[in-house]
């Protein structure tokens, strides 16, 4: 008997609401998840409660799906644990938040998580919102990537990802070296020795998704696209949690950082 989806529908009805009502209603529709139904939210749509839903599934979906890629390749290291625990600290999640990730987190590496239904259901809350879902992507990169490898078991888990979210395995490509570089760029800051300096703007070419020998015209689109899609205040107003901004905070700076760089250099 397909039950999970009622479970935790009447666990984010009662977060969110804090009552019996609220719960019953998150448990209808995770009872609508286990049956298949393909529901339209659009009716609640700018609604303050639609907001909170795609919060609390964006958080569960992200620790869950974390879960799952660090169990990828058989077994959790202690590289992918300590990424998790960081996470959590860099989010300043506390006592029964932070106990809500590591147990989405717990879920995510269980025989039982079933990806496909658990991103079905994320989805059918941020479908629409392609700069969630390229949020949402970035992180599991980064999870996949946290002990500095990227074995072929990890690398599958990321495509199954990427293919429920819409993306083909060329454009997962693309964003994985994005992603590696502009995890490298970011480590790399406050180094200046020449060798440094060089492998600091190669990565920065990188983090922005253009090469070398593009004009001055298709970095600057490249950087205004990506500062655009991490805008934490628009990923907030469209289902990120709040908690989870410094994410998008991190991710703007870094760009920003990567794009005067590169104008410094081609002065």
Not at 11 to 35: C, E, I, P, T, V
Not at 182 to 208: C, E, I, R, T
Request: hydrophobic share 40%; charged share 25%.
């Amino acid at each position: 008997m397909k039950m999970w989806g009622k479970i935790f529908g009447f666990l984010f009805g009662f977060m969110l609401s804090k009552n019996l009502f609220g719960a019953l209603l998150g448990m209808w529709l995770g009872h609508s998840f286990d049956k298949g139904r393909s529901l339209n939210f659009n009716h609640f749509s700018g609604g303050k409660g639609n907001e909170q839903e795609r919060q609390a599934v964006f958080f569960y979906s992200t620790f869950s799906v974390m879960g799952y890629i660090a169990k990828a390749n058989g077994q959790v290291t202690s590289h992918e644990i300590a990424f998790a625990t960081a996470y959590m600290d860099k989010l300043g999640l506390k006592g029964e938040l932070r106990q809500k990730a590591q147990d989405a987190f717990r879920d995510g590496k269980s025989a039982e998580f079933s990806l496909e239904n658990k991103l079905e259901a994320f989805i059918q809350f941020c479908g629409t919102r392609q700069d969630l879902l390229l949020l949402f992507l970035e992180i599991q990169i980064q999870v996949a990537f946290a002990d500095g490898e990227l074995d072929q078991d990890e690398r599958r888990a990321l495509h199954k990802v990427a293919k429920s979210l819409g993306y083909s395995a060329r454009e997962l490509d693309k964003l994985l070296e994005m992603i590696i570089a502009g995890a490298q760029f970011h480590h790399g800051q406050g180094s200046h020795s020449v060798a440094s300096s060089q492998q600091q703007l190669d990565n920065a070419y990188k983090l922005l998704g253009v090469n070398k020998d593009a004009s001055d015209k298709d970095i600057k689109k490249s950087y205004r696209k990506l500062m655009s899609q991490h805008h934490p205040d628009k990923l907030v107003a469209k289902g990120l949690p709040a908690e989870m901004m410094e994410i998008a905070k991190q991710k703007t700076q870094d760009i920003q950082a990567a794009y005067e760089l590169i104008s410094e250099s081609i002065k």
